[in-house]
């Protein structure tokens, strides 16, 4: 996979992208990361990215013609999406991550000041994605956030393998609690169960616990999440009674 990041800000990346999981995809040729300079599509002595609205009213806006020219210099001929990083656009989650790792290359532009023209969303955008309900100075953090995201899911880019498909929200559902050595740490002891050595005792638990876990944080969750007949007897017996999603 290739992502292209079209900023003002590159040097941003540099440390969030040369560390860990996508540091190590990077290394094994999983994944191309580029963060480039929007200056560099500037035409003007002072390389300028912004300018004020028309109609008047306060704040920047990013002029059209160096993001056109960067994304058409990036793309060249082949296919790609061009994402523009907005607080207006679709909410991002897992199914949105799961989405994007599909594609083989993917393009970010990083909107900053007030926006961008419109022409830009018009006419060159084929998607517009926001991380949230808050505000954040511009897109370079959703683009290391959603980038992060859609790495881990590459297939070799975790060292074990079925991680990702057993991930908080990858199933639908939040994860419960973990444990490692020592069994005994001031006095707290860890559940029996998983030094039984029963391993369909294991996955039993750790699907209640997953079900627990939602039901207490995240009750919304449990309304679209896949869940087997066995799951809602459970659910129910901890006193959720729906809604249930359709299918399955
Ligand atoms: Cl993608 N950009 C900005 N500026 N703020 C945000 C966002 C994006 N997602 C949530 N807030």
């Not at 008047?56 to 990083?85: C, R």
């Not at 991930?167 to 939040?174: E, K, M, V, W």
């Not at 030094?195 to 699907?207: E, F, I, L, N």
């Amino acid at each position: 996979m290739r992502i292209d990041i079209i900023t003002i800000f590159p040097e941003m990346f540099d440390c969030v992208f040369d560390a860990s999981i996508i540091k190590r995809a990077r290394e094994k040729g999983l994944v191309e990361i580029r963060a480039h300079n929007l200056r560099d599509w500037t035409t003007d002595k002072h390389k300028t990215t912004d300018d004020t609205p028309y109609g008047g009213g306060g704040g920047m806006i990013m002029k059209p013609e160096p993001i056109f020219a960067a994304v058409e210099a990036i793309k060249g001929e082949e296919e790609a999406p061009v994402i523009l990083l907005t607080p207006q656009g679709r909410l991002f989650n897992q199914t949105v991550a799961e989405e994007l790792a599909r594609h083989e290359r993917l393009i970010f532009i990083c909107g900053r000041y007030e926006g961008v023209d419109e022409r830009v969303r018009e006419h060159l955008v084929t998607d517009e994605i926001s991380i949230g309900d808050y505000v954040l100075s511009g897109g370079e953090l959703a683009a290391m956030v959603i980038t992060d995201a859609v790495v881990r899911l590459l297939p070799g880019a975790l060292g074990y393998e079925r991680a990702a498909a057993e991930d908080s929200h990858a199933t639908g559902l939040l994860e419960g609690p973990h444990y490692t050595r020592p069994p005994e740490f001031r006095r707290w002891t860890i559940p029996e169960v998983l030094t039984s050595g029963h391993h369909a005792r294991v996955a039993q638990w750790r699907r209640q616990q997953a079900l627990k876990r939602t039901l207490e944080r995240r009750p919304d969750l449990l309304a679209s999440a896949p869940l087997s007949e066995q799951d809602k007897r459970w659910l129910r017996e901890m006193g959720y009674n729906g809604p249930f999603a359709e299918d399955e």
